[in-house]
């Protein structure tokens, strides 16, 4: 099976501007959680999506924003952009069922610079 | 206190001794516990993953789930260099849907 695929890989963007990231889950995988690593915060959870259904996010501000599609493909925008958004985004993709939360694969992740 | 603690190392060990990395959760109601293989400039990869109490052993990889202890461990047999890596613990919340990683844990074989 393919893996977890992630679009842009790279990203420079400017202060105020909004950037969507893209993610395309394994086949047949229906939950998708994206994260945002720092060097310094290490990975910080975003928020998972099953069904096209927000089911947690973590503790970011509402800039932060996504959605999945009925594929399973899901996008994350970041609206207003900070230095401080500079950082690797991952995705990663779950066989996870409606009950239960299993392993995740990642993505290779965009790589976003905000100057 | 942290959700989810890890000792950031470096652990350092030599080729084809054992290295144990240890991790310590807050939730006590948390069911999945995942080990994370993270190189340099790579995305995490997905080593280990035990949802019972005891020992699960693959290969030269071992995680051991103590819940009343809220500990999880990863051994990793006759270590090589290329094991070289940064190892990120993770743990679901209680109701699942959201994973809380570590820190993770810097380790260096040396050959």
């Known amino acids: 099976k393919a893996g977890v695929t992630q679009t842009p890989r790279y990203l420079i963007k400017t202060r105020g501007q909004q950037v969507t990231l893209s993610c395309s889950p394994i086949?047949?995988?229906?939950?998708v959680s994206w994260y945002q690593q720092t060097p310094g915060q290490g990975l910080q959870f975003l928020f998972e999506?099953?069904?096209?259904?927000?089911?947690n996010k973590g503790n970011f501000p509402g800039r932060f924003s996504g959605r999945q599609f009925s594929n399973s493909r899901s996008e994350m925008n970041v609206s207003t952009l900070e230095l401080g958004d500079s950082a690797l985004y991952l995705c990663?993709?779950?066989?996870?069922?409606?009950?239960?939360?299993?392993?995740?694969?990642f993505g290779p992740g965009t790589r976003l610079t905000v100057t | 206190q942290k959700e989810v603690e890890q000792n950031s190392g470096p652990l350092s060990v030599p080729e084809g001794a054992i290295a144990s990395l240890n991790c310590t959760y807050s939730?006590?109601?948390?069911?999945?516990f995942f080990w994370y293989r993270q190189y340099s400039g790579k995305s995490p990869e997905l080593i280990m993953f035990?949802?019972?109490?005891g020992d699960k052993e693959d290969g030269r990889f071992t995680a051991q789930l103590n819940k009343a202890s809220q500990y999880v461990s990863l051994l990793i047999r006759d270590s090589q260099p290329s094991d070289s890596a940064t190892y990120l613990c993770?743990?679901?919340?209680?109701?699942?849907?959201?994973?809380?990683f570590g820190a993770g844990t810097r380790l260096f074989v040396k050959a």
């Open positions: 086949s047949g995988h229906r939950s």
């Open positions: 993770a743990v679901t919340t209680t109701g699942g849907f959201k994973t809380i």
């Open positions: 035990i949802y019972s109490n």
């Open positions: 939730d006590r109601g948390s069911q999945s």
């Open positions: 999506y099953f069904s096209e259904t927000q089911r």
């Open positions: 990663a993709s779950s066989p996870t069922k409606i009950a239960g939360f299993y392993e995740q694969y």
